[in-house]
């Protein structure tokens, strides 16, 4: 589904514990890039690869990673080795160790196969790809978890720092958030940016009061 000019969330349907799940990876493309942001569970190589295709016209040749959860890096491996042509990969520093296979990741204690990562992210960031991405660091939900703002279509791409619902943002769920102040914390951030739309991992796109109902997340209301 397109969002705007050069934006958009495709879906992916994932049985997980016997209950299907709904996880929206985001495209951002221009003439010279596709970036895709997170990968699903594994097994969703060609889903990701139709309908990047599909909104993008062009081919994907980055991705990043917002955290180093199951269900955000688990197609890399599969996206990254089943692909002709070079895809560069770029993650903040605390992720790179779990993305390369170093070490476990902290909720399921898998050890991913390892994928090099390209490019190692910071704080503050503004990657100079299709109209500008900024990095946020955001932890809480776990240590590493990073944010991104799309500053060509003022849409923030929150990985799972916050959720949606039918439209409406939420807080990060709190049964798979590690440590919830600092997330509702990290929550704060949003509010240095001029943000029009925002994209949930969980749940998806959000257009509606957006700015004011994350300052209403953040004073806990």
Do not use: M
């Given at each position: 589904m397109q969002v705007a000019e050069g934006i958009g969330i495709i879906e992916l349907r994932s049985v997980v514990n016997n209950h299907e799940m709904i996880f929206r990876p985001t495209v951002i493309w221009?003439?010279?890039?596709?970036?895709?942001?997170?990968?699903?569970?594994?097994?969703?190589?060609?889903?990701?690869?139709?309908?990047?295709?599909?909104?993008s016209k062009g081919r994907l040749t980055k991705i990043i990673i917002t955290h180093q959860d199951y269900d955000h890096l688990g197609?890399?491996?599969?996206?990254?080795?089943?692909?002709?042509?070079?895809?560069?990969?770029?993650?903040?520093?605390?992720?790179?160790?779990?993305?390369?296979?170093?070490?476990?990741?902290?909720?399921t204690g898998?050890?991913?196969?390892?994928?090099?990562?390209?490019?190692?992210?910071?704080?503050?960031?503004?990657?100079?790809?299709?109209?500008?991405?900024?990095?946020i660091f955001t932890p809480g939900h776990t240590p590493d978890h990073i944010s991104l703002y799309h500053h060509a279509t003022k849409t923030l791409i929150t990985g799972d720092a916050l959720t949606a619902d039918q439209g409406q943002l939420h807080d990060p769920n709190p049964i798979y958030t590690l440590d919830m102040e600092q997330a509702k914390q990290s929550i704060s951030r949003f509010l240095d940016y001029d943000i029009d739309k925002v994209i949930c991992f969980h749940g998806g796109i959000c257009k509606d009061h957006v700015k004011e109902t994350i300052s209403a997340l953040v004073e806990g209301k």
């Open positions: 221009d003439v010279t890039d596709v970036i895709l942001i997170d990968t699903g569970y594994p097994g969703r190589l060609k889903a990701i690869s139709d309908n990047v295709a599909k909104l197609s890399l491996f599969e996206i990254i080795n089943g692909s002709n042509h070079k895809i560069e990969v770029f993650a903040h520093e605390h992720t790179k160790p779990y993305i390369q296979g170093e070490i476990k990741l902290i909720k898998v050890t991913v196969p390892g994928i090099q990562v390209d490019h190692t992210l910071t704080d503050g960031q503004i990657l100079p790809f299709c109209g500008g991405i900024s990095v």
